[in-house]
């Protein structure tokens, strides 16, 4: 009996000593950060626009018939 008891002591030490009871950490390493070089030499100048042809003027407005016209503004944004 007493050999039975000793035998089953060893066993759940033995069993319970193999089990792993803290979680495996993995650290992965950051992705090295790029650093900028050198700035370069200037590039060249770019051309100069050629000025645009300006439109046809519109006929002259006519005297209305008593409409109003309401033009609403645009929602402006929300500022940040």
Known sequence: ????????????????GA???QPTVVNVPAA?????GPAGPPGATGATGDQGNQGSKGDPGKTGNSTAVIVVPPASAPAN
Do not use: G, H
């Open 1 to 16: 009996m007493n050999r039975m008891l000793l035998i089953s002591a060893v066993l759940v030490t033995l069993s319970l």
């Open 19 to 21: 089990c792993d009871k």
């Open 32 to 36: 090295p950060a790029a650093v900028p």
